[in-house]
């Protein structure tokens, strides 16, 4: 496994900003005192904030992940091409219930460039938390769409993370 290193620019010529992210999935993945969790996201954006290339992720408080981007400040975005039934068995056990989850799910845990990803990935991002928050009830505009997308009441917590460096994993 190589890596090359791409430019920022190049990002949503590669990875669709809407569709990319919806349909096809992605892991964030971090790591906190030599211990490394992953979960599987369908929710973000990239951006411009702050005169910094961001992007946006949205984690559910309750999500063991979540402990170890706070912990670590840093995180990668892994983007595949297929593997849907792997990032499905991702999103939907938890590292807390199945510590050895990266590998039962039939994904390759590797460091490329000193970071945390897959063997069975395209595309990774390098990420540093600037900013969070949590989501809160009062501050949707239309009530309705916060109780249909958030039925638990489990708002998520919205991270913006300066991209530090992208690369795209070679076989």
């Known amino acids: 496994m190589t890596t090359k290193k791409i430019e920022l620019s190049e990002i949503t010529k590669r990875i669709d900003p809407i569709v990319g992210m919806r349909d096809n999935w992605y892991l964030v993945t971090a790591e ?3 211990k490394i969790d992953a979960l599987t996201a369908g929710w973000g954006a990239f951006g411009n904030v702050w005169e910094k290339r961001v992007v946006t992720v949205y984690i559910r408080p ?8 706070d912990a670590s400040g840093r995180f990668t975005l892994t983007f595949f ?8 068995y991702m999103g939907s056990h938890s590292g807390r219930d ?14 490329a460039e000193g970071r945390p990803t897959y063997a069975e990935g395209k595309y990774m991002l390098v990420c540093k938390t600037l900013y969070r928050q949590a989501q809160k ?20 917590v ?12 070679i076989k």
């Open 62 to 69: 309750q999500r063991y992940t979540k402990e170890f981007m």
């Open 98 to 111: 199945v510590p050895d989850k990266i590998e039962k799910a039939g994904l390759t845990l590797i460091h």
């Open 81 to 88: 091409e297929g593997h849907q039934q792997e990032l499905l």
């Open 137 to 156: 009830p009062e501050n949707f505009v239309d009530p309705s769409f916060a109780e249909e997308t958030f039925p638990d009441h489990d708002y998520s």
């Open 32 to 34: 906190a005192n030599g």
């Open 158 to 169: 919205m991270y913006i993370a300066e991209i530090e460096a992208a690369y795209e994993l």
